[in-house]
Nanobody, 124 residues
Framework: QVQLVESGGGLVQAGGSLRLSCAAS????????MGWFRQAPGKEREFVAA????????DYRDSVKGRFTISRDNAKNTVYLQMNSLKPEDTAVYYC?????????????????WGQGTQVTVSS
């Protein structure tokens, strides 16, 4: 049974930082790409960032480039999302997901396991 457990969400003022973590278990973590997605109330779930299985490739949605950094520690079976210069429009529930392949993928349909989500709220 694959499990993904996110942590690190919370309330922060605009311009602040948060670091999300996602601990994985139940499959060979280093064989699969990982991604972060988010969903705001009334909106579709959207891609935020992804990292390849070995960590050599990453991709980001345009609105977070230069502010967010995805990384992974395969020895700890954990993926991270460092979020800096946060904006109110970053407010959402953030989900980590494990991909069906080792390469960077941006569509949610390419991910087969999801965490329960962690709330990030950025106040203005």
């Amino acid at each position: 049974q694959v499990q993904l457990v996110e942590s690190g969400g919370g309330l922060v003022q605009a311009g602040g930082s948060l670091r999300l973590s996602c601990a994985a278990s139940g499959r060979t973590f280093s064989s699969y790409a990982m991604g972060w997605f988010r969903q705001a109330p009334g909106k579709e779930r959207e891609f935020v960032a992804a990292i390849s299985a070995r960590g050599g490739s990453t991709d980001y949605r345009d609105s977070v480039k230069g502010r967010f950094t995805i990384s992974r520690d395969n020895a700890k079976n954990t993926v991270y999302l460092q979020m800096n210069s946060l904006k109110p429009e970053d407010t959402a529930v953030y989900y980590c997901a494990s991909a069906k392949a080792s390469v960077v993928l941006t569509t949610p349909y390419a991910y087969d396991y999801w965490g329960q989500g962690t709330q990030v709220t950025v106040s203005s």
